[in-house]
């Protein structure tokens, strides 16, 4: 907890003001604090700041909403997670449409050296938990520091929940509520226990229900805070299927487990991969050759940066962060650069061409 963390809470209860909003705030102004201590004067020069908005920043309920919410979370002990803060999910910050601020509880953190998000239908049948838990339980074994995310569902993701428990790995469930209760209440066994390895962690405030609308609000942080997602089964419609697409858009490998086509809970699946919207899941040796989390072979020798001399300043940038590296994923490499990944892309394709890095599965990049 900061001195700032009242004002970090407050931004967020501005009516009107949204993510992208609050970042334009905070670019404009450049502190918290400040812009809700700035004169009305000087907030009235900001381009595209409504005396409207003006008004409901400075509206006295936004800080004595925030002062209610800190007392809750000091009582708690919840941690607050500020997108400016280098405990807040790296991986989200790729994101334009990610949350300012996390509320979590637990003891883990959310910058493991890989995460991967499981989901799938509440429905889920014996074959699609069966999956889950093998998949878990072999990614253990070869990465113990692995994280898993999910959402405390019924079905596939409560199964990924547990089998993370029984495999000794860290899980995260990302709720649509905030963390004054735990929905559904029959997972709160199961939760408590994730709280001494993993955690909690929510956008919303205390005292926000779990609706309907939220479930699709909070889809976008299991996709943004991982490197995969798998979606295990799912029917033809659904929130594994939206967070299916907001993880693509997010330039995230996305996978989905097949079905026989007869099968309704696996129809979504097939869509996935019959689409190219998700690669097809065979097992988990695949999974990681796919992501290029494969670390048997011995890193090869950086090349030397002498031999590439028409290097512009973001190709330079570009070497000099997968120097040294055996290599790295398109989303971590835009956040040490702080490029949008949509642009970075077009700088690889460059160094491509120029034969300075070359491109693996999984969205991993390596120096030639």
């Keep these: 907890m900061t001195d700032k963390t009242l004002y970090q809470i407050a931004l967020t209860c501005i009516q009107g003001v949204g993510v992208v909003h609050a970042r334009n705030l905070m670019r404009a102004v450049g502190d918290e604090k400040a812009i809700f201590s700035e004169k009305t004067g000087s907030l009235e020069k900001l381009p595209g700041l409504s005396r409207r908005l003006i008004h409901e920043i400075r509206n006295p309920e936004v ?7 800190l007392a809750f979370v000091e009582k708690n002990n919840i941690q607050t997670l500020f997108y400016t803060q280098h405990h ?13 601020l ?5 003891n883990t953190g959310f910058n493991a050296p890989k995460v991967v998000s499981i989901i799938g239908t509440r429905n889920a049948t014996r074959y699609g938990l069966e999956f889950c838990q093998k998949f878990v339980r072999e990614l253990s074994g070869l990465f113990p520091d692995i994280l898993v995310v999910s959402g405390l569902a019924y079905g596939i993701d409560i199964c990924a929940h547990r089998a993370s428990l029984q495999n000794n790995v860290s899980t995260v469930a990302v709720l649509a509520h905030g963390l004054d209760r735990v929905y559904p209440s029959v997972h709160r066994k199961t939760a408590i226990e994730m709280l001494e390895r993993g955690a909690w962690i929510t956008e919303f405030p205390s005292g926000t229900e779990p609706d309907r609308f939220n ?8 996709a943004g805070m991982a490197d995969a997602v798998v979606v295990v089964e799912s029917g033809d419609r659904g929130g594994s299927l939206i967070t299916a697409d907001i993880a693509n858009s997010y330039y995230r ?28 899941m065979q097992n988990t040796v695949a999974f990681i050759e796919q992501m290029g989390w494969d670390t048997a072979e011995k890193p090869e020798q950086p090349v030397q940066k002498e ?7 973001v190709e330079e940038k570009v070497f000099r962060a997968l120097n040294g590296v055996e290599s790295m994923h398109v989303n971590k490499l835009g956040i040490e650069l702080n490029l949008p990944v949509s642009e970075l892309f077009f700088t690889l394709l460059e160094l491509e061409m120029k034969n300075v890095v070359k491109a693996l599965p999984g969205g991993m990049y390596k120096l030639v």
């Design 63 to 69: 800080l004595r909403k925030a002062e209610k919410e």
């Design 88 to 100: 807040y999910p790296s991986r989200l910050t790729n994101c334009v449409d990610a949350p300012v």
């Design 102 to 106: 996390l509320y979590a509880k637990g």
């Design 215 to 222: 479930f699709v609000k909070r889809n976008r942080i299991v």
């Design 253 to 280: 490998e996305v996978f989905a487990i097949p079905g026989r086509i007869t099968d309704a809970r696996s129809s979504g699946c097939n869509n996935l991969i019959a689409s190219n919207k998700a690669v097809l």
């Design 307 to 313: 031999l590439f001399p028409d290097l512009n300043e």
